[in-house]
C-alpha cells in the first residue's frame, strides 16, 4: 500500500495550517495560497483537497478578504485517519470490499493471505487513528 499524493497533502496541509495558527496570536484563518507556496502544492489541487476536508467538517471556511481556512475542531481533536479518510483515501490491505464478508477470489472465498493483510490494515488503521495533528506537529510519534 502507498498512500497517494492526496493523502499526504492533505495531511501536510492541516499540520501546516495548525502550526501557522499557533504562531498567529489573532487566530486568523489561514489562506491556502499560504500552505500551496510553503509546501510546493499546487493551489488548485490543495483546493480540490480543501472541499472534501470541509465537507467531511474537519476544517471551516471563512469567505472574504481576510479568509482561508481553520481546522474545525483542533488539532488536539483531529486524528489522522480522519483526514486521510475524508480525501477518500483506503488503507485496505485486502482486494475485498470492506466489510463484506466475501473474499476477493472469483468464488468469492477469503485468500489463503486474507488475515495477515486484514490484520495490516487493522495496525494501520490504529495506529493513523491513535494520532493526531497535535501529536505530529510535537513529533509525538
Avoid at 22 to 50: D, T, V
Avoid at 66 to 90: C, K, M, P, W
Avoid at 103 to 118: F, V, Y
Wanted: aromatic share 4%; charged share 20%.
Amino acid at each position: 500500500m502507498q498512500l497517494t499524493t492526496k493523502a499526504r497533502y492533505a495531511v501536510t496541509a492541516m499540520v501546516d495550517i495548525a502550526i501557522l495558527s499557533s504562531q498567529c496570536e489573532s487566530k486568523s484563518p489561514i489562506k491556502l495560497a499560504q500552505i500551496a507556496e510553503r509546501q510546493g502544492i499546487a493551489l488548485n489541487y490543495l483546493e480540490q483537497i480543501f472541499a472534501k476536508l470541509k465537507k467531511a467538517g474537519l476544517v471551516s471556511a471563512i469567505k472574504g478578504p481576510g479568509g482561508g481556512y481553520q481546522i474545525a475542531n483542533g488539532a488536539n481533536h483531529t486524528r489522522i485517519l480522519d483526514i486521510i479518510e475524508a480525501v477518500e483515501e483506503s488503507i485496505e490491505m485486502t482486494r475485498c470490499e470492506p466489510a463484506s464478508g466475501q473474499g476477493c477470489k472469483p468464488d468469492k472465498a477469503k485468500c489463503i493471505t486474507h488475515e495477515l493483510w486484514e490484520g495490516l490494515t487493522n495496525q494501520i488503521s490504529e495506529y493513523l487513528s491513535a494520532l493526531t495533528i497535535a501529536d505530529v506537529m510535537s513529533k509525538k510519534l
